[in-house]
T-cell receptor, first 115, second 111 residues
């Protein structure tokens, strides 16, 4: 049973380009969470999604960032027109259909570097 | 707004020593508290989860306690080993299944 899979592991973009980060939850999990870890800072919640629904996006920056979790396929975190301040590790986590109150399972993260 | 603080920020101990990591949170209205381990270049591994109604959880050499009323948790590691070297993160779950993390304690266990 594969864990939470994130790809790519490392992503390099130039300022102004788009970054697309993918997350495949654990088998049987239908809840996905995205967190961002800026250099020298703790992890910060970004967004919580269920299949085809955004449940809580209160941690998402107002502009340039979007997330989706389609009926088929992985969850995507999309960052348009990246800036250097977007450089960070982006982690995805998943949990089973009965919701939270349980351990979250995290992926290994995508390290985004903006040149 | 929930804030989570971890003390110390870094800790270096000789192998075999027992140690305690501290976590405090400002809002006691939590569902649970988790301790995670983060290794460089890797994801987070959940070590222990304490529900708000519980006082402690144990797994092997690890013991985590929770005092919800005072907003504190401790992670006790017995007989530390070099393989325990990692960053330990404390996180509390509040409404909406979102976790608020502390900034972590970077532990080094020297052989």
């Amino acid at each position: 049973n594969a864990g939470v899979m994130q790809n790519p592991r490392h992503l390099v973009r130039r300022r102004g380009q788009e970054a697309r980060l993918r997350c495949s939850p654990m088998k049987g999990h239908s809840h996905v969470y995205w967190y961002r870890q800026l250099p020298e800072e703790g992890l910060k919640f970004m967004v919580y999604l269920q299949k085809e629904n955004i449940i809580d996006e209160s941690g998402m920056p107002k502009e340039r960032f979007s997330a989706e979790f389609p009926k088929e396929g992985p969850s995507i975190l999309r960052i348009q027109q990246v800036v250097r301040g977007d450089s960070a590790a982006y982690f995805c986590a998943s949990s089973p259909p009965d919701g939270g109150r349980e351990k979250l399972f995290f992926g290994s993260g995508t390290q985004l570097s903006v040149l | 707004k929930q804030e989570v603080t971890q003390i110390p920020a870094a800790l270096s101990v000789p192998e075999g020593e027992n140690l305690v990591l501290n976590c405090s949170f400002t809002d006691s209205a939590i569902y649970n508290l988790q301790w995670f381990r983060q290794d460089p270049g890797k994801g987070l591994t959940s070590l222990l989860l304490i529900q708000s109604s519980q006082r402690e959880q144990t797994s092997g050499r690890l013991n985590a306690s929770l005092d919800k009323s005072s907003g504190r948790s401790t992670l006790y590691i017995a007989a530390s080993q070099p393989g325990d070297s990692a960053t330990y993160l404390c996180a509390v779950e509040t409404s909406g299944s979102r976790l608020t993390f502390g900034e972590g304690t970077q532990l080094t266990v020297n052989p």
